[in-house]
Nanobody, 123 residues
Framework: QVQLVESGGGSVQSGGSLKLSCVAS????????MGWFRQAPGKEREGVAS???????TYADSAKGRFTISRDNAKNTLYLQMNSLEPEDSAMYYC?????????????????WGQGTQVTVSS
């Protein structure tokens, strides 16, 4: 059974940091493009960062310089290190597996999704 399970969300103050994790089972995430998406209440889901099987990375403009996506193949785990968090970063964060593409992340390229982890940033 393919499963992605996120963790690491929580509540932090503006300027704080969080590191999200996404553990894969039944799915070798090193073989696929992996991405982080987020969705705030009343807003569309947006791509945050992605990593290719070869380790290439892309970031949304809002994430550049603050977030870092990485992968530990031995642990079959995807990470998102988030620094300098702002209230606008508050959302449910999802990891997803699918096809890596240069440029803006597209939800339609990803066919395996986790259940999400909540991030809340207070000012």
């Amino acid at each position: 059974q393919v499963q992605l399970v996120e963790s690491g969300g929580g509540s932090v103050q503006s300027g704080g940091s969080l590191k999200l994790s996404c553990v894969a089972s039944g799915y070798a995430l090193s073989s696929y493009g992996m991405g982080w998406f987020r969705q705030a209440p009343g807003k569309e889901r947006e791509g945050v960062a992605s990593i290719s099987p070869g380790g290439f990375t892309t970031y949304a403009d809002s994430a550049k310089g603050r977030f870092t996506i990485s992968r530990d193949n031995a642990k079959n785990t995807l990470y998102l290190q988030m620094n300098s968090l702002e209230p606008e970063d508050s959302a449910m964060y999802y990891c997803a597996g699918g096809k890596f593409r240069w440029g803006p992340l597209r939800s339609g390229d990803y066919n395996v999704w986790g259940q999400g982890t909540q991030v809340t940033v207070s000012s």
